[in-house]
């Protein structure tokens, strides 16, 4: 079994800065894709950021130059910095990771989701 457990959610305001941590746990024996992804009120999940084994990262156009994607991988742990948020940065943050188990197989799993409000 793995988990995904995500902590460093809260209320902020507008150009403040939180962080943002989803640590894995379980049969793990790789993590390849870790990520994280938003779902605000009335709209679809979206991808906020990527970052894969060989530390390739990709940002959403909406967050480039405010949020910063990091892993460690000696604690199964990836992070997000936010920085200068601002009121559409409210949303309920997900962590997703593409993990390799010991058994073998390959499967994505989801955090349960950490509120990120931003308001004054």
């Known amino acids: 079994q793995v988990q995904l457990v995500e902590s460093g959610g809260g209320l902020v305001q507008p150009g403040g800065s939180l962080r943002l941590s989803c640590a894995a746990s379980?049969?793990?024996?790789?993590?390849?894709?870790m990520a994280w992804y938003r779902q605000a009120p009335g709209k679809q999940r979206e991808s906020v950021a990527v970052?894969?084994?060989?530390?390739?990262?990709n940002y959403a156009d909406s967050v480039k130059g405010r949020f910063t994607i990091s892993r460690d991988n000696a604690k199964n742990t990836v992070y997000l910095q936010m920085n200068t948020l601002k009121p559409e940065d409210t949303a309920v943050y997900y962590c997703?990771?593409?993990?390799?188990?010991?058994?073998?197989?390959?499967?994505?799993?989801w955090g349960q989701g950490t509120q990120v409000t931003v308001s004054s």
């Open positions: 997703n990771c593409d993990i390799t188990v010991w058994a073998g197989f390959r499967k994505d799993y």
């Open positions: 379980g049969s793990i024996s790789s993590i390849n894709v």
């Open positions: 970052i894969t084994s060989g530390g390739s990262i």
